[in-house]
């Protein structure tokens, strides 16, 4: 799902999308500003608590990172599949909407995650830009976001062969994405006080989507491309961060507490969202 599916589904969604006409971004600044909101909530929580350095980095990262490649695409595409009448130019909108914002958000949401889980971690030094530099360039969702936007902007268009063998292999990403995050949430133990996880569970799936919910009414922003915003915003914290809190030496118990009881909680959260459609 990681290394073959997401990319092959994102290289063909995105080098077949249009950066053409007025509110193209929208739906990215909305979710851009739900997650600079997170981060300053979840800053503030975590010096009013007087955490440790080692959590305080692996705290903001959960409270803001979302799982968007395995919970936000497919949760998008299955609730617009769904729409009665006019569903198709709908479904059109929100995969455009979606495949806009994934590009650019993804290399954000890895560097503000790297920088801070090193920044309260270690002092920032030569070595640790080096990390995290190869962290975000490893990224293949980020490589396969910079293949699509390449063809997309340069005016080409995938041959059919490619564009056919993308489709297929990018088909079963979604379903089997959903299948890994609950492999993982089953599979992980909450070990000790839930307080926290709980308290980055409700940062995450709150002050987001109500920020980008207030943002797009003052922005002027349409119903399709809020709705993909308010999705994206209201999913659970990515299954990714527990990985790389574990590598960088952040608090990976946070951490993992806050993957399992993010994706539980984010069934209200995300079925609150998707009755607004």
């Given at each position: 799902a990681y290394w073959v599916g997401l990319p092959c589904l994102l290289i063909h969604k995105i080098a077949g999308a249009s950066f053409d006409g007025a509110g193209s971004f929208d739906t990215f600044w909305l979710v851009f500003i739900g997650m600079i909101a997170s981060v300053l909530a979840s800053g503030a929580v975590a010096f009013g608590m007087r955490m440790r350095r080692e959590q305080?980095?692996?705290?903001?990262?959960?409270?803001?990172?979302?799982?968007?490649a395995f919970v936000?695409?497919?949760?998008?595409?299955?609730?617009?599949?769904?729409l009665p009448g006019g569903g198709a130019d709908r479904l059109a909108r929100a995969e455009r909407a979606a495949v806009l914002t994934f590009g650019p958000i993804v290399p954000i949401y890895n560097i503000a995650a790297v920088f801070v889980l090193l920044a309260f971690r270690h002092k920032l030094s030569a070595a640790s830009l080096r990390t995290m530099v190869l962290q975000v360039a490893s990224n293949p969702l980020l490589i396969a976001c910079l293949i699509g936007l390449s063809v997309s902007l340069g005016g080409w268009s995938l041959p059919g062969p490619i564009a056919r063998t993308l489709e297929v292999l990018g088909r079963f990403a979604l379903p089997l994405a959903l299948l890994c995050v609950g492999g993982k949430v089953a599979a992980t133990k909450l070990a000790g006080n839930i307080r926290l996880p709980a308290l980055t569970a409700i940062i995450k799936l709150a002050v987001g989507p109500v920020v980008g919910y207030f943002a797009a009414g003052w922005l002027g922003v349409g119903r399709v491309e809020t709705a993909v915003a308010?999705?994206?915003?209201?999913c659970p914290t990515a299954v990714a961060s527990y990985v790389l809190t574990e590598q960088l030496g952040g608090?990976?118990?946070?951490?993992?507490?806050?993957?399992?009881?993010?994706?539980i909680a984010s069934i209200a959260s995300l079925a609150a969202v998707v009755a607004m459609i």
């Amino acid at each position: 799902a990681y290394w073959v599916g997401l990319p092959c589904l994102l290289i063909h969604k995105i080098a077949g999308a249009s950066f053409d006409g007025a509110g193209s971004f929208d739906t990215f600044w909305l979710v851009f500003i739900g997650m600079i909101a997170s981060v300053l909530a979840s800053g503030a929580v975590a010096f009013g608590m007087r955490m440790r350095r080692e959590q305080i980095g692996a705290f903001i990262q959960a409270s803001f990172r979302g799982n968007l490649a395995f919970v936000g695409l497919a949760v998008i595409m299955s609730a617009f599949s769904a729409l009665p009448g006019g569903g198709a130019d709908r479904l059109a909108r929100a995969e455009r909407a979606a495949v806009l914002t994934f590009g650019p958000i993804v290399p954000i949401y890895n560097i503000a995650a790297v920088f801070v889980l090193l920044a309260f971690r270690h002092k920032l030094s030569a070595a640790s830009l080096r990390t995290m530099v190869l962290q975000v360039a490893s990224n293949p969702l980020l490589i396969a976001c910079l293949i699509g936007l390449s063809v997309s902007l340069g005016g080409w268009s995938l041959p059919g062969p490619i564009a056919r063998t993308l489709e297929v292999l990018g088909r079963f990403a979604l379903p089997l994405a959903l299948l890994c995050v609950g492999g993982k949430v089953a599979a992980t133990k909450l070990a000790g006080n839930i307080r926290l996880p709980a308290l980055t569970a409700i940062i995450k799936l709150a002050v987001g989507p109500v920020v980008g919910y207030f943002a797009a009414g003052w922005l002027g922003v349409g119903r399709v491309e809020t709705a993909v915003a308010l999705i994206m915003l209201a999913c659970p914290t990515a299954v990714a961060s527990y990985v790389l809190t574990e590598q960088l030496g952040g608090d990976s118990a946070l951490s993992a507490g806050a993957v399992v009881v993010s994706t539980i909680a984010s069934i209200a959260s995300l079925a609150a969202v998707v009755a607004m459609i």
